[in-house]
């Protein structure tokens, strides 16, 4: 079926948003402004391991989010990363529509673009590129790009490095509530089972950004998110009532804490509450890599977290049910 790409739609001029992109008075930006003078928390990896420990357990449970910098991947490597990413959605449509995904029928993976189910359905001002990216066992290399060239080898590089600093976080927030280093890294799965997924999110020069989404809130319900961001601002997270935008910083990842990692500590780290805002002028691009446990892990609170004055907050259930609730709306 042929998919009205926001990016076709933005090149043409437009001055008016098209009514299934303009939110409801109280989703729109206008309306709901993020305040000023509050910043996600800013950690270096290079802290001494105390003190890391501690604000890093700190910012996931207060915010479920951090930007950390000296988090050692090199910054050359996420320029080509995103040098490529730019030149994907820079080639011509004929050539990118090769890859276009269907959700309708369950193909998630490849270039995609919000469909509203119905009249009323707003839709986000997106488009996207989604894949698996490890275990290498589970990826259909046939749903990346196959153009620019390099697009594999440095996509294969980047995720070795996420999966270093996955490692990483996840040792820290262990150490944090009071675990063993391998504690959460050994619930979700290790190296050959962890599953990662990259999103890449295009969202073009909006007409009128103060009505519309780039992405609608919500939380990631992998275990964490690593992102990297273009320097187009964008990204807001929900703080106790209000939202919160996150500055762009140099050489700075993003580490969302997911409803994965939010379930295994029994809500001592938050899944954190997030949206996307576009630009008039600008395109904003992010590159999200989704680390999450295999379909078939089964994810409850640790026992060891779980006592007489702390019961169990979360279902126990398989990765594969939780995501299935998800998508479907239903309670977890
Ligand atoms: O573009 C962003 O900064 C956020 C994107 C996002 O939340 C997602 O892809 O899940
Ligand atoms: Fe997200």
């Known amino acids: 079926m042929e998919v009205e790409r926001v990016q076709c739609l933005a090149s043409g001029q437009l001055k008016e948003l098209p009514a299934k992109f303009i939110r409801p008075a109280h989703e729109r930006p206008e309306n709901t402004k993020a305040v000023e003078g509050e910043t996600v928390p800013v950690i270096s990896l290079s802290l001494p391991h105390d003190l890391l420990v501690k604000q890093v357990a700190e910012a996931a449970s ?8 000296d988090h050692g991947i090199s910054p050359t490597l996420i320029a080509r990363l995103q040098e490529l990413g730019q030149q994907f959605f820079n080639l011509p449509q004929k050539e990118k529509e090769v890859y276009a995904n269907d959700p309708s029928t369950g193909r998630f993976e490849g270039y995609g673009t919000r469909m509203a189910k119905n009249l009323d359905e ?12 490890s275990p290498s066992s589970k990826v259909n290399y046939d ?5 620019p060239a390099s697009y594999r080898e440095v996509t ?7 999966l270093k600093l996955t490692d990483t976080v996840l040792g820290l927030l262990s150490e944090g509530l009071g675990l063993e280093r391998k504690a959460l890294k050994s619930s979700l799965g290790d190296d050959e089972k962890i599953e990662t997924e990259m999103k890449i999110n295009m969202y073009p020069p ?21 992102l990297v961001p273009n320097d187009v601002p964008g990204l807001q997270v929900w703080r106790q009532d209000h939202w919160v935008a996150v500055d762009f910083l140099q050489n700075t990842l993003l580490v969302h804490i997911g409803d994965q990692l939010e379930v295994l500590s029994n809500g001592k780290c938050r899944s954190v509450l997030h949206r996307s805002l576009v630009d008039k002028e600008r395109m904003r691009m992010s590159w999200a890599v989704f680390v999450a446990p295999p379909h078939e892990a089964v994810i409850g609170p640790l026992p060891v977290l779980v006592n007489q004055e702390n019961p169990p907050k979360y279902s126990t259930k ?11 709306k239903l309670p977890q």
């Not at 909006?206 to 690593?226: F, K």
């Not at 398989?318 to 479907?328: D, G, L």
């Open 62 to 69: 207060e915010w479920g989010i951090l930007l950390l910098t």
């Open 122 to 133: 707003k839709v986000e001002w997106i488009d996207y590129y989604f894949h698996m990216m």
């Open 143 to 147: 749903m990346w790009p196959k153009n």
């Open 156 to 162: 294969e590089e980047y995720n070795k490095e996420v």
């Open 206 to 226: 909006c007409p009128q950004p103060e009505l519309a989404l780039g992405v609608e809130p919500h939380t990631d319900m992998s275990a964490l998110t690593v």
């Open 318 to 328: 398989t990765f594969a049910e939780f995501r299935h609730r998800k998508f479907n």
